[in-house]
């Protein structure tokens, strides 16, 4: 039990790290979507949105994988659900190269790509942490779908409301 201790104060600074990369490719992407649509007057709204969006992302992952993998400590948990987001990163990397060297205008391609491929990485980064529980390859596959469906909605919407504000 000490040993394990020891470890999570190992995890705790690393698991830092990476969900604040995956919080930062959220607002990239953010970012870039409100470049495409509306240019610099929502750009700041949709700063906001990509901090939030990342880290409640992140944080609902961690809470329904706590709750469904009781048997692994909530540590090991969170920093697989941080390990599994940095796969964002190269979502993120193409979406800038794609919308920036070759204006193509395919964020949102990248972000429901990049959520559905977070769902398997953090099935796999669950795997590597032990024994995980029935349903969480599809659970978190399914959250990956849901994220990206409500991510784009959402979009839609808050373009929607500042369209009909201006």
């Not at 394990?4 to 104060?9: L, N, P």
């Not at 099935?123 to 942490?129: I, L, P, Q, R, V």
């Not at 596959?141 to 991510?151: A, I, R």
Request: glycine residues 10%; aromatic residues 12%; charged residues 10%.
């Amino acid at each position: 039990m000490e040993h394990m201790g020891k470890d999570i104060e190992k995890i705790l600074p690393i698991t830092i790290i990476k969900g604040g990369i995956a919080v930062l490719c959220f607002i990239v992407l953010s970012v870039l979507i409100a470049i495409e649509t509306e240019g610099i007057s929502i750009i700041f709204i949709f700063f906001i949105l990509g901090c939030f969006y990342g880290v409640g992302s992140i944080g609902l992952y961690s809470a329904i994988l706590t709750r469904l993998n009781r048997h692994i400590n909530r540590s090991y948990v969170v920093d697989a659900v941080s390990a599994g987001f940095l796969s964002f990163m190269p979502f993120a990397i193409l979406a800038l190269i794609a919308d920036l060297v070759f204006d193509w205008s395919s964020v949102q391609v990248f972000i429901s790509a990049g959520f559905m491929a977070t769902g398997v990485a953090i099935s796999m980064e669950m795997a590597k942490k032990g024994q995980i529980g029935k349903g969480t390859v599809f659970l978190s596959s399914g959250l990956g779908f849901l994220l990206s469906f409500l991510w784009t909605l959402g979009c839609h919407l808050l373009f929607s409301l500042f369209q009909a504000i201006n």
